[in-house]
């Protein structure tokens, strides 16, 4: 599975932007999908994931209620929709998969997932 990451770039603290992950040839079907992100200096940390099929999903605390993410079936694509922008959270962002359905325990542990996208840079300007 090869994941591609888009929608990154520069935006004032308090904006939006709103990243996308697709997949080529494949449906995420039985999937489990999360976004993390590396900050400079820092080690790579989860930050939401979706059950593919069962929409459920899964945020670190210091999103929850400003970052959602959410899948389009159609375009076979999920999104991390990004709100309320801070400074703190400037950071290369990834996309992941893994083809089985994570348990609690489990959906933020970046070795579970099996497959990365390359990554695109998030900066939010103060």
């Known amino acids: 599975v090869q994941l591609q990451a888009s929608g990154g770039g520069l935006v004032q603290a308090g904006g939006s932007l709103r990243l996308s992950c697709a997949a080529s040839?494949?449906?995420?079907?039985?999937?489990?999908m999360g976004w993390f992100r590396q900050a400079p200096g820092k080690e790579r940390e989860f930050v939401a994931a979706?059950?593919?099929?069962?929409?459920?999903?899964y945020y670190t605390d210091s999103v929850k209620g400003r970052f959602t993410i959410s899948r389009d079936y159609a375009k076979n694509t999920v999104y991390l929709q990004m709100n309320s922008l801070k400074p703190e959270d400037t950071a290369v962002y990834y996309c992941?998969?893994?083809?089985?359905?994570?348990?609690?325990?489990?959906?933020?542990?970046?070795?579970?997932?099996?497959?990365w996208g390359q990554g695109t840079q998030v900066t939010v300007s103060s």
């Open positions: 040839g494949r449906t995420f079907t039985g999937y489990t």
């Open positions: 992941a998969a893994v083809r089985r359905v994570l348990i609690l325990s489990a959906v933020t542990l970046e070795r579970e997932y099996d497959y």
């Open positions: 979706i059950r593919w099929d069962s929409g459920r999903t």
